[in-house]
């Protein structure tokens, strides 16, 4: 819930405010407000899974009236941004794919730690078929070139 909190709030402002339209969704802007950079994390206690994800639809449909609007090269004004503060609306897209790739790729280790599989699926993994004692070297390899860095 909280990573569907973060990218509502994170698409609200990349394709609704950086546009210079305001954001009508009061829980993101009561995140906004808050001032607290990890409150987009923290799913108010109140909040249900239902509402969680309700509110990441009326994000999405809300930024695709406003990007429907724009051409790619229109310009948008990214506040927070220390280089390239002045941008476009297809530099705001590139960023929000990688934004939005790399947390699909934190809920699929979620996913991994809650349901045991690794991979692809269960009839193609794509994952090597290696021992448990081979996966802890590749592990160890992994460390050392990491400590080495």
Same mark, same amino acid.
């Given at each position: 819930m909280g990573l569907l909190l973060h990218? %509502? /709030?994170t698409e609200s402002q990349y394709f609704i405010s950086? $546009? =210079?339209r305001d954001i009508e969704n009061p829980v993101v802007r009561g /995140? @906004? %407000?808050? =001032? !607290?950079?990890?409150a987009d994390f923290l799913a108010p206690p109140t909040m249900t899974l239902a509402e969680a994800v309700m509110m990441y639809r009326q994000t999405t449909v809300a930024a695709d009236a406003v990007l429907d609007e724009l051409e790619l090269d229109a310009p948008a004004v990214v506040p927070w941004w220390t280089? +390239?503060?002045?941008?476009? /609306?297809?530099?705001? $897209? /590139? +960023?929000?794919? %990688?934004?939005? #790739?790399? +947390?699909? =790729? #934190? $809920? !699929? @280790?979620?996913?991994?730690?809650l349901d045991g599989f690794i991979g692809l699926r269960p009839s193609a993994p794509n994952i090597p078929d290696l021992t448990p004692e081979q996966w802890e070297e590749r592990r160890l390899r992994m460390q050392e070139l990491a400590d080495g860095a």
């Open positions: 990218l %509502a /709030v950086c $546009l =210079g /995140v @906004i %407000a808050s =001032g !607290d950079p990890q280089r +390239h503060r002045h941008t476009t /609306v297809e530099r705001l $897209l /590139v +960023h929000m794919i %990688a934004e939005s #790739h790399r +947390h699909a =790729g #934190h $809920l !699929d @280790i979620v996913r991994e730690q």
